[in-house]
């Protein structure tokens, strides 16, 4: 017999009757939203790009951003991508590499946004906070795992 249970643990096994699992955390189905945009200008600082929209409900599981390697110097720029009330809940000062290396990030576990499930309709959008000079032609790719049932 185990000495500590886990909440859903403790849901099956432990409370009798057993109380009802929330299909967003057991057997949820997992869901996909991606976008992309190949930027046509520079962005700048506070510029933001609208990616895609997250239905109420959802429970974000994980993220990935990808930016690739493209010609020129100068800084690599940031950004930061979230959602109404938290601009960087699933990456916080991302940098752009446009130069060096491609990026191809992961969301953390850590970041707010992972478990969080969505109390409304959220658009999803990148916020720059460090100005690229480099940006121009490069395409930036959003992909949001979530589970919905």
């Not at 576990?109 to 032609?137: D, H, P, Q, R």
Request: aromatic fraction near 6%; charge should be negative; glycine fraction near 10%.
């Amino acid at each position: 017999m185990s000495s500590y249970y886990g909440k859903n643990a403790t849901k099956r096994d432990v409370v009798i009757p057993s109380q009802k699992l929330n299909t967003n955390e057991n057997g949820g189905r997992v869901r996909r939203m991606y976008d992309s945009i190949v930027l046509t200008a520079e962005l700048a600082i506070s510029d933001t790009v609208a990616m895609m929209k997250l239905p109420m409900g959802a429970k974000i599981i994980g993220a990935k951003f990808v930016a690739p390697v493209a010609t020129g110097g100068g800084p690599a720029g940031k950004v930061e991508v979230g959602y109404e009330g938290d601009t960087d809940a699933l990456f916080a000062d991302t940098e752009c590499d446009f130069g060096a290396g491609a990026i191809d990030a992961d969301m953390s576990g850590s970041a707010a946004a992972y478990n969080a499930e969505m109390a409304k309709e959220m658009l999803v959008f990148l916020t720059c906070t460090e100005a690229s000079l480099i940006s121009v032609g490069a395409t930036l790719e959003l992909e949001v795992l979530y589970v919905l049932d």
